[in-house]
């Protein structure tokens, strides 16, 4: 039981880990395209 519980907290544990990886991905490229435009633009 005990090794079932850490295995479920492991894995939530990089599901969260996986999914913050993805926002600071997000914010990355949203922060590149950003700065892309705004250097086109002026």
Do not use: P
């Amino acid at each position: 039981m005990a090794q079932d519980r850490s295995s479920e907290r492991k894995g939530s544990l990089r599901r969260i880990a996986w999914f913050a990886g993805l926002y600071l991905a997000g914010i990355l490229t949203l922060g590149a395209i950003a700065i892309t435009l705004r250097v086109l633009i002026s």
